[in-house]
């Protein structure tokens, strides 16, 4: 019979090393570099602030990644609520202390970083309900007592979130917390009621937003509505990416960005600088590294033995998943604008931590797959 302490042991420093997906590793590496061409690019060419900046983020956040794989799994399974509590202590301390920049109270100066405590929420809030719902019996899982907790610690940060505001992250990391619940086996009855009863109180909901949230809910309705103003961004955002045609304008050639016709080229607006410069073929390569990602996440997922391991992993793919399509359906036009960074490639310290983290973690049930967590 399997014997935790005797697996542990025989876990040499070779046997670790040899476990790592390897595939996944390459594939957040060659993203990384992609990323760092891309900002290159929106600094016009040249070594300024932002491009250092992201290299020298993505170098420590790779290499804490790399760390934080070899770390047990058991030490995240039995540091799970505490990660969240840790998490929403920072959230509060946004509320009375945090900094404030274009209307928006979301960061904590740490001298250091600045950090947006919402970004590592994500990853928070998928551990508390993976450790949760592990030590639950799925004849328990959706009996009321049982669904009182996850809804408090799910609506709690999403409200705190809500107040800063910033009402895209908050919807993201609901999604994140609504996934892990989904896949633990809580009925489709509960989301159905959870659903009307969101639908009723929208109306009240869209009285509480901000002028700028309501601008670009109209604005994605109708964005040639207001070209100049709340829907240049987005119709800048579509010329530049049709204009990229097949195989783009070439790279550091890309007109719409280098004649700053678009705005947050750097942050959430990163894939459309890039498409316009490599064009449909390198917007595909994208997708591909991040279809594989994905497709990774879920593989180790499938092979880690503990449920705890499978709930996160399977949480965190269809999370990442969120956020990639999120980003590019909102510069496509497709979906509102909610302020999305594109996990890796946009710029933006916080966001890159919490993904790199989220994956670090995702390495540990790799690493440690065949070791039962209780």
Same mark, same amino acid.
């Given at each position: 019979?399997?014997?935790?302490?005797?697996? &542990?042991?025989?876990?040499?420093?070779?046997?670790?090393?040899?476990?790592?997906?390897?595939?996944?590793?390459?594939?957040?590496?060659?993203?990384?570099?992609?990323?760092?061409?891309?900002?290159?690019?929106?600094?016009?060419?040249?070594?300024?602030?932002?491009?250092?900046?992201?290299?020298?983020?993505?170098?420590?956040?790779?290499?804490?990644?790399?760390?934080?794989?070899?770390?047990?799994?058991?030490?995240?399974?039995?540091?799970?609520?505490?990660?969240?509590?840790?998490?929403?202590?920072?959230?509060?301390?946004?509320?009375?202390?945090?900094?404030?920049?274009?209307?928006?109270?979301?960061?904590?100066?740490?001298?250091?970083?600045? /950090? &947006?405590?919402?970004?590592?929420?994500?990853?928070? /809030?998928?551990?508390?309900?993976?450790?949760?719902?592990?030590?639950?019996?799925?004849?328990?899982?959706?009996?009321?007592?049982?669904?009182?907790?996850?809804?408090?610690?799910?609506?709690?940060?999403?409200?705190?979130?809500?107040?800063?505001?910033?009402?895209?992250?908050?919807?993201?990391?609901?999604?994140?917390?609504?996934?892990?619940?989904?896949?633990?086996?809580?009925?489709?009855?509960? =989301? *159905?009621?959870?659903?009307?009863? =969101?639908?009723?109180?929208?109306?009240?909901?869209?009285?509480?937003?901000?002028?700028?949230?309501? *601008?670009?809910?109209?604005?994605?309705?109708?964005?040639?509505?207001?070209?100049?103003? *709340?829907?240049?961004?987005?119709?800048?955002?579509?010329?530049? !990416?049709?204009?990229?045609?097949?195989?783009?304008?070439?790279?550091?050639?890309?007109? &719409?960005?280098?004649?700053?016709?678009?705005?947050?080229?750097?942050?959430?607006? !990163?894939?459309? /600088?890039?498409?316009?410069?490599?064009?449909?073929?390198?917007?595909?390569?994208?997708?591909?590294?991040?279809? !594989?990602?994905?497709?990774?996440?879920?593989?180790?997922?499938? !092979?880690?033995?503990?449920?705890?391991?499978?709930?996160?992993?399977?949480?965190?793919?269809?999370?990442?998943?969120?956020? %990639?399509?999120?980003?590019?359906?909102?510069?496509?036009?497709?979906?509102?604008?909610?302020?999305?960074?594109?996990?890796?490639?946009?710029?933006?310290?916080?966001?890159?931590? *919490?993904?790199?983290?989220?994956?670090?973690?995702?390495?540990?049930?790799?690493?440690?797959?065949?070791?039962? %967590?209780?």
């Amino acid at each position: 019979m399997f014997q935790p302490r005797s697996i &542990q042991s025989s876990l040499s420093i070779k046997d670790k090393i040899l476990s790592i997906d390897y595939v996944l590793v390459i594939s957040i590496l060659i993203l990384g570099i992609v990323s760092m061409f891309a900002m290159y690019s929106t600094d016009g060419g040249e070594f300024k602030y932002h491009t250092k900046s992201h290299i020298l983020r993505f170098s420590i956040f790779f290499l804490m990644f790399l760390f934080l794989s070899f770390i047990q799994i058991r030490f995240w399974h039995s540091t799970s609520y505490l990660i969240y509590i840790f998490c929403f202590i920072l959230l509060v301390g946004v509320k009375y202390f945090g900094l404030t920049s274009s209307g928006s109270q979301r960061w904590l100066n740490f001298y250091f970083m600045n /950090l &947006q405590p919402s970004e590592l929420m994500k990853i928070g /809030l998928i551990l508390f309900l993976a450790k949760y719902y592990h030590r639950i019996s799925i004849e328990n899982i959706n009996r009321l007592k049982f669904l009182f907790l996850p809804i408090v610690v799910l609506i709690a940060p999403v409200l705190l979130v809500i107040m800063q505001p910033d009402l895209g992250t908050a919807l993201l990391i609901a999604a994140g917390g609504i996934t892990v619940a989904w896949l633990a086996g809580v009925r489709a009855k509960f =989301f *159905a009621y959870a659903s009307l009863i =969101f639908i009723s109180l929208l109306p009240i909901a869209i009285s509480f937003l901000k002028p700028y949230q309501k *601008a670009r809910i109209l604005t994605f309705l109708n964005p040639e509505k207001d070209p100049l103003g *709340a829907g240049y961004q987005i119709i800048q955002s579509k010329i530049a !990416i049709g204009s990229g045609g097949l195989f783009g304008k070439g790279f550091l050639n890309g007109s &719409q960005s280098y004649l700053d016709y678009l705005p947050e080229k750097h942050t959430d607006f !990163i894939f459309t /600088l890039f498409s316009e410069e490599f064009g449909f073929s390198g917007s595909l390569f994208i997708l591909l590294l991040y279809a !594989i990602i994905i497709w990774r996440i879920v593989k180790i997922g499938n !092979i880690t033995r503990s449920n705890f391991g499978k709930l996160y992993c399977y949480s965190f793919a269809t999370a990442f998943f969120i956020y %990639v399509v999120v980003n590019m359906g909102m510069v496509l036009g497709l979906l509102p604008i909610v302020g999305s960074p594109l996990p890796i490639m946009s710029y933006g310290g916080s966001s890159m931590m *919490a993904i790199m983290l989220g994956l670090g973690i995702t390495m540990a049930c790799k690493i440690y797959k065949d070791i039962p %967590v209780n």
